[in-house]
């Protein structure tokens, strides 16, 4: 028998890659498994790991026994109907006392979503703070993913950031602060529905690295949610992001009506830009205050913390040229408590509530996707070369429209902005938070040019 003699090198790989590789399947049974939470069967079918929807009963979770830090998890999924819905838990835990009592599981979630929203590979927060990534923040993502047939998975979980692939698509980026470590999970979705009893996701081919991770780095037009209050990633830096707001001073912002910032009506400390409630009207305390900067086609993000009844704006296209004794003029992302201000009920079809374009088009947005006053929201305004302009609120495209197009005209000429000659049409203009009289606070403010 000939001997052979393997070089160096390959051994040491060798032994790197099986160091590298954490077995949580053996391909035949559930040993190291537990199921959590609802009545939903498992089990191992050909290599694979089945899960069997089961009427009426709460979403189950097939979890590990051991909790995991850093990891890479590559596996291939399949779900039967575009009616159902299943996910992979990641850094997760286990309240047996929530859902009164059947059992809570919670913590980041690689969403398997085949509906005809798409969202397989946005990233939710189950039993906690919902969504945190839907697909709309990548929709050229969103075909990825095959109904039917094994559709293979990538999921990072290194340091804060959480990023996931899809048949090798890069489709969904947090950086979020909580949750260093946790048990991944298996999920199948809660059916009240007989139609819907029965179905099954598949899941096998588990690979879990827990060292030598290397990540994979993402296009740079993908947006990153970002949680880590007023910061940047080295990966947004090198896509073109900056701060607008460095979490600790008033630089590159003024009054729209100042050379400087305004020296009172507004707070800049403990990470927030903060209007400080006045009169109520607008330009009743500090004043508006302006990017020192222009800006024609961007991609801004904001996040933003309304106080009860309040009412402010973030508008783009500022060219502070009109002559105004109240706010600067400009296209405005409305911010505003839409049950206690009486501004939600004025205007045109609900024109002037949160995250419309105030006066002018409304913000079609579920109410799952309005966080409650008091809660962080996350705001989002993309102006295209081409002018196309989109709103988003917490991840979801509310509206969109062609500025300065004919039904963007028509749309101003019944609107108050009708006096301005050529309005929302500059060719660039400076971002503006406004100061409505109202408490309204602001963070994390980031653009990028187009």
């Known amino acids: 028998m000939k001997k052979y003699i393997y070089p160096l090198a ?27 939470a609802g009545t939903a069967d498992y089990k191992v079918e ?3 790991i089945v899960g069997t929807t089961v009427l009426n009963s709460g979403n189950t979770f097939l979890v590990t026994e051991k909790e995991y830090g850093d990891f890479i998890l590559e596996l291939d999924a399949k779900i039967e109907s575009k009616l159902s819905n299943s996910g992979v838990q990641t850094r997760s835990h286990y309240n047996p006392a929530g859902h009164d009592g059947k059992g809570l599981v919670y913590g980041r979630q690689f969403e398997i979503d085949p509906s005809d929203r798409k969202w397989t590979g946005g ?3 189950e039993g906690r703070r919902d969504w945190l990534y ?29 990023k996931t692939w899809v048949n090798g698509i890069p489709t969904a980026d947090v950086v979020d602060t909580i949750d260093t470590k946790g048990f991944i999970a298996l999920q199948v979705h809660a059916v009240n529905d007989e139609k819907q009893a ?28 970002n949680l880590q209050p007023n910061s940047i990633t080295a990966a947004e830096k090198a896509a073109g992001w900056k701060l607008l707001y460095d979490g600790k001073t008033s630089a590159g912002w003024r009054g729209a009506t100042l050379k400087t910032f305004p020296n009172h009506g507004w707070e800049v400390a403990n990470g927030t830009m903060h209007v400080l409630p006045s009169a109520g009207k ?20 904001f996040e933003f913390k309304l106080t009860p009844g309040a009412n402010s704006g973030v508008k783009y296209f500022v060219t502070l040229s009109e002559v105004t004794t109240g706010s600067a003029i400009g296209l405005e992302y409305q ?17 002037r509530t949160l995250a419309s374009l105030y006066d002018l088009i409304k913000a079609n947005k579920p109410e799952r996707f309005v966080h409650p006053i008091g809660a962080w929201n996350i705001g989002r305004v993309v102006v295209y070369p081409n002018n196309h302009v989109e709103h988003y609120l917490n991840g ?55």
């Open 134 to 162: 839907p697909l709309d923040l990548n929709a050229a993502a969103k075909d990825a993913f095959k109904v039917g047939e094994y559709n293979h998975i990538r999921i990072e979980c290194i340091g804060n950031e959480m």
């Open 335 to 351: 911010v505003l408590d839409d049950k206690l201000h009486p501004d939600a009920k004025l205007g045109r079809d609900g024109d």
């Open 10 to 36: 390959l051994l040491l790989a060798t032994a790197s890659l099986t160091q590298a590789q954490t077995k949580i399947f053996d391909g035949k049974t559930l040993k190291g498994w537990k199921r959590l």
């Open 396 to 450: 979801v495209k509310v509206l969109e429209y062609e500025r300065g197009s004919k039904a963007f005209k028509d749309l101003v000429a019944i609107s108050k902005y009708t006096i301005w000659k050529n309005f929302g049409e500059a060719p660039q203009g400076h971002l503006l938070l406004q100061d409505h009289g109202n408490e309204v606070f602001f963070r994390s403010i980031k653009v990028r040019a187009l």
């Open 282 to 301: 607008e330009e009743s305390g500090g004043g508006d205050v302006v990017t020192d900067d222009n800006y024609s086609a961007f991609d801004l993000s």
């Open 46 to 48: 050909d290599g694979a």
């Open 123 to 125: 990233i939710y927060d």
């Open 198 to 225: 029965g179905k099954k996701v598949y899941f096998k081919n588990f690979n879990l690295q827990t060292t030598n991770l290397k990540s994979k780095p993402f296009p740079k037009n993908v947006y990153v949610v």
